[in-house]
């Protein structure tokens, strides 16, 4: 069954450099959301979209943007990047019909900033 | 707000025995989804169990079931027979039903070493 993906697995870039995360729900999935993952800390709520429009908003900084695309996929662009914001970036998605609640995630972007 | 504390930041337990985690929520909704993921060293995260809080049967899959108390807001995980493919990092998680989108809300995280 096809999964969420991300890209890139793995991005090293400069502070104040610019960084582009990207994902691709499962088929038919209407929702995306972003979650940031800082070393042995729990997943925290970035940003979710839900029929390409913005639903739900978490702790995401204003140096990062994000949308979703007529495709689905959606990205996450951080701009001015600092050393905090290295961590493990998960996209998850799910269709609103669903009466499961659940959350498919992907691998995860690992973001580092040096 | 709601919010998830998982009291137990580490638990170990002997490879063929059973574990329990701990998960307490705060929520004044009564219509909402429990959740244990588990995130190996790939850090991949991975359903392990979903509750609904509708149901009063606890949820059970294969060697992982669950003890939901609902007046208590308490949502624990036991894993029976355990197994070192079983050690990893689990959180709890709680999310509404009724929204635009899902979003969850994770507890700390418990980590979970299995000894062989």
């Known amino acids: ?114 | 707000a709601q919010t998830v504390t998982q009291s137990q930041p580490e638990m170990s337990v002997q490879e063929a025995e059973t574990v329990t985690l701990s998960c307490t929520y705060d929520t004044s909704e009564s219509d909402y989804y429990l959740f244990w993921y588990k995130q190996p060293p790939s850090r991949q995260m991975i359903l392990v169990i979903r509750q609904e809080a509708y149901k009063q049967q606890n949820a059970t899959e294969n060697r992982f079931s669950v003890n939901f108390q609902k007046a208590a807001k308490s949502f624990s995980l036991k894993i029976s027979d355990s197994q070192l493919g079983d050690a990893a990092m689990y959180f709890c998680a709680y999310t509404l039903f009724n929204n635009a989108g899902n979003m969850l809300t994770f507890g700390g995280g418990t980590r979970l070493m299995v000894k062989p």
């Open chain 1, 1 to 114: 069954a096809a999964g969420v993906i991300q890209s890139p697995r793995h991005l090293i870039k400069e502070k104040r450099e610019t960084a582009t995360l990207k994902c691709y729900p499962i088929p038919r999935h209407d929702t995306v959301y972003w979650y940031q993952q800082g070393p042995g800390q729990d997943p925290q709520f970035l940003i979710s979209f839900y029929e390409k429009m913005q639903s739900d908003k978490g702790s995401i900084p204003d140096r990062f943007s994000a949308q979703q695309f007529s495709d689905y996929h959606s990205e996450l662009n951080m701009s001015s990047l600092e050393l905090g914001d290295s961590a493990l970036y998960f996209c998850a998605s799910s269709h609103l019909g669903q009466e499961t609640g659940e959350l498919f995630f992907g691998e995860g972007s690992r973001l580092t900033v040096l």
